[in-house]
C-alpha cells in the first residue's frame, strides 16, 4: 500500500495531446496550457512552453520550430515532453501552492497504450522532478472528473474524445471492465477540414483556422439553422491569401468519416459490454468528456445511433484532470497495480 498522508501538495496532471492541466488538491486546476513547445532548431534550447509556444505555430523563423511533443496521446519526444512537464510542475509551485520541491505526481495515460509507452510517461515525469510518479488510465481518470459512481457495483460507460485520442470505457467496481481507445479525435477532425477546404476550394488553412472552423460551426449532425463563417487562407492556384465563407453543412459533411469512427467505437465497446452493465448504462446515460465531447449535437447523434441516453458532462475539458487529482487522493482505493494505476518511483 502506498502511504497517502504526504499526497497534500501533489499533483494530477493531464497530459494531454492537445492541453496539459495540472490540479492541486483544494486548489483545483491551477495550470491549463496548450501542450506545445518551442525549440530553437540551430542551439536545441527551449524557446518557450504552452500558450507562448502554441501562438508560435505556423509563425516561427527558420531558426524557432513549434512542436506537440505528445502526438496521438503518448510520447512521441521523450526530452522535449519531459522539459514541458518541468515547466508545468514550475508553473504550479510559482503559484505557492506546492512546498515539496519533489512533489508525488499522478499523470493520465491513454488505455490502449503500451507498458513501454507508460514506462515513457513515468520517466519523463520523474525527470521532470517527481519524487513518485503514477500513471492512471484516462478514461477511468475521466468517469471519476465526471462524478460517475466509479467504485460502485454498476455499470457507467464514458466517451472521452481529446486531441489525439478517444477513449471509450465501462466502469464498474472501481475497474474498466471492456475499453477502446482509437487515435481518432480532435486533431484528426481539423485535419479532415483542412483537407475537406483544400480538396473543395484549393484553399490551404492553417491548423488553428480549421480548429476555430470546428468550435464555431462544427456540427456532428445538419444544424437546425445552417452557420456561416469567413475564412482565410492561402489559394493555392494563385499563391495569394484568399478570404471566402463556408457553411456549417459543409464541415459536418467534412467531419463525418471521423465521427463515424468515434460513433462506431462506442458501439463495438457496448456490444462487448455484458447485459447487466448495459441495462446500468441505459439508466444512467453514456457520459461525454474531453473538448471534443463538445462538438454540436455530437450527444444527439451518438444517442440516436446507440438507442442510449447521452449526456455531456459539466465541464468536459477539466474531468480527466480533476479525476487524476482526485485518484491521488484516493490512492488507498486502488487495491492491485495491474488496476488502472501503476506507480513508478525514484
Ligand atoms: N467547442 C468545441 N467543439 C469541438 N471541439 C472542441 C471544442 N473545444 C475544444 N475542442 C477540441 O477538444 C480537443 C482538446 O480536448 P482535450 O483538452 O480534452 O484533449 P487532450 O486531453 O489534450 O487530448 P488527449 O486526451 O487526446 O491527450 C481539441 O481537439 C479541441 O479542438
Request: aromatic share 4%.
Amino acid at each position: 500500500m502506498f502511504g497517502f498522508e504526504g499526497f497534500t501538495k501533489d499533483l494530477g496532471i493531464d497530459l494531454g495531446t492537445a492541453n496539459t492541466l495540472v490540479y492541486v488538491k483544494g486548489k483545483g486546476i491551477v495550470v491549463r496550457e496548450p501542450s506545445v513547445v518551442a525549440i530553437r532548431t540551430d542551439t536545441k534550447t527551449i524557446e518557450a512552453v504552452g500558450e507562448a509556444a502554441k501562438k508560435m505555430i505556423g509563425r516561427t523563423p527558420g531558426n524557432i520550430r513549434a512542436i506537440r511533443p505528445m502526438k496521438d496521446g503518448v510520447i512521441a519526444d521523450f526530452e522535449t515532453t519531459s522539459t514541458m512537464i518541468k515547466y508545468f510542475i514550475r508553473q504550479a509551485q510559482k503559484q505557492r501552492l506546492l512546498f515539496q520541491r519533489h512533489p508525488s505526481v499522478m499523470v493520465c495515460v491513454p488505455s490502449g497504450i503500451t507498458a513501454v509507452e507508460k514506462r515513457a510517461v513515468e520517466d519523463a515525469t520523474r525527470q521532470a522532478g517527481a519524487r513518485d510518479a503514477y500513471t492512471i488510465e484516462e478514461p477511468f481518470a475521466a468517469a471519476i472528473g465526471a462524478d460517475l459512481p466509479v467504485w460502485e457495483p454498476t455499470g457507467s460507460m464514458v466517451v472521452d474524445i481529446g486531441g489525439g485520442t478517444t477513449e471509450v470505457a465501462v466502469i464498474s467496481l472501481g475497474g474498466i471492465v471492456t475499453s477502446r481507445s482509437i487515435r481518432v479525435a480532435g486533431d484528426e477532425m481539423d485535419e479532415a477540414i483542412t483537407q475537406y477546404i483544400k480538396r473543395t476550394y484549393n484553399l490551404m488553412i492553417g491548423e488553428r483556422t480549421s480548429e476555430q472552423i470546428k468550435m464555431e460551426i462544427g456540427s456532428a449532425l445538419p444544424m437546425e439553422t445552417s452557420a456561416k463563417l469567413e475564412i482565410r487562407g492561402r489559394d493555392l492556384v494563385s499563391g495569394l491569401p484568399k478570404t471566402m465563407s463556408i457553411s456549417s453543412d459543409e464541415i459536418t459533411e467534412a467531419l463525418s468519416d471521423t465521427v463515424n469512427s468515434i460513433v462506431d467505437a462506442v458501439k463495438v465497446t457496448l456490444e462487448k459490454c455484458p447485459p447487466e452493465l448495459s441495462a446500468d448504462i441505459m439508466d444512467r446515460g453514456i457520459v461525454l468528456t474531453g473538448g471534443g465531447g463538445l462538438l454540436r449535437n455530437l450527444d444527439r447523434l451518438l444517442a440516436r445511433e446507440t438507442g442510449m441516453p447521452v449526456l455531456v458532462a459539466e465541464n468536459p475539458l477539466d474531468c480527466v484532470a480533476i479525476g487524476t487529482g482526485r485518484a491521488l487522493e484516493n490512492i488507498h482505493l486502488f487495491k492491485t497495480r495491474s488496476g488502472p494505476t501503476s506507480k513508478a518511483r525514484r
